[in-house]
């Protein structure tokens, strides 16, 4: 009983609220990430940014993280990592078909939405969405401000 709870702590390191601003999320996948040792040491800091990031996946048939920074590790030795370097994401071969017949669609990207740890793993969650125009964004601003408007009520 007290493994289950343990294991179902998510702790969120960082979450990618701008992506929700601009684009609507269509569908949400949960995937590991393959790090070396000073990069979970950077991220348990927080010393990671998912601006201008993206997931494509290559020719093999491995979905790759593109543009994450993650800082050098300030206790580390020559061995640190590169900052920018892409990293492999771990999902399932049949959510990789998936998701790659969606991204062939016209006007539909792979973007990371928030990094956390789920126990002692590190995950990330990507989302398959559309980018919004101006209108939807005003209809999104006008939403949060009429919920604010509420709350304060």
């Known amino acids: 009983m007290k493994d289950q709870n343990k294991e179902e702590r998510i702790k969120v390191i960082i979450s990618n609220r701008k992506a929700r601003f601009e684009y609507e999320i269509l569908d949400k996948y949960e995937a590991g990430m393959v790090l070396v040792g000073t990069e ?3 991220v348990r800091n927080g010393k990671i940014s ?3 990031s993206y997931a494509t996946i290559n020719k093999k048939g491995e979905v790759v993280l593109e543009g994450c920074t993650i800082q050098h590790y300030t206790h580390g030795n020559i061995n640190n990592h590169e900052p920018t370097r892409p990293r492999v994401l771990l999902l399932h071969k049949k959510e990789i078909f998936k ?3 969606k991204i062939l669609e016209k006007g539909l990207t792979f973007i990371p ?3 956390y740890f789920k126990g002692n793993k590190l995950k990330i969650e990507l989302g398959i969405a559309r980018g919004k125009k101006l209108f939807d964004k005003r209809e ?3 939403y949060r401000d009429i919920s604010r408007v509420n709350r304060e009520e």
């Open 40 to 42: 979970v040491k950077s």
């Open 50 to 52: 998912l601006q201008e």
């Open 99 to 101: 998701i790659r017949q």
């Open 113 to 115: 939405l928030r990094v």
């Open 140 to 142: 999104t601003i006008k």
